[in-house]
């Protein structure tokens, strides 16, 4: 069955980064579009970015400081992240489609980022 798995979470200061992974199986990565999302305490779930064969897109908020990769050997897609900010903070979720797939939509058990001094 599908399985996303994410890591790489963690505490950091403003500025620093951090880089993301999740490791995927159970379907054609290859084939497939692959998003990023994050949920800040008290708030909805936001879009960050998506990548696909046609290519990488990323909310405004990020453009600049986040990467969006995939390794096809290793069934994983990475989210470098530099230059965090608090906004930052937030758990972070891959999910299996693009920016508007459906709710339903595989995702891992996300991974914690926070971005605090």
């Known amino acids: 069955q599908v399985q996303l798995v994410e890591s790489g979470g963690g505490l950091v200061q403003p500025g620093d980064s951090l880089r993301l992974s999740c490791e995927t199986s159970?379907?054609?990565?290859?084939?497939?579009?692959l998003t990023w999302v994050r949920q800040a305490p008290g708030k909805g779930v936001e879009w960050v970015s998506t990548i696909n064969n046609i290519g990488t897109t990323y909310t405004d908020s990020v453009k600049g400081r986040f990467t969006t990769s995939r390794d096809f050997a290793k069934n994983t897609m990475y989210l470098q992240m530099t230059t965090l900010t608090p906004e930052d903070t937030g758990v972070y979720y891959c999910?299996?489609?693009?920016?508007?797939?459906?709710?339903?939509?595989?995702r891992g058990q996300g991974t914690q980022v926070t971005v605090s001094s």
């Open positions: 999910k299996l489609g693009g920016r508007f797939s459906p709710e339903s939509s595989p």
């Open positions: 159970g379907f054609t990565f290859s084939s497939e579009s």
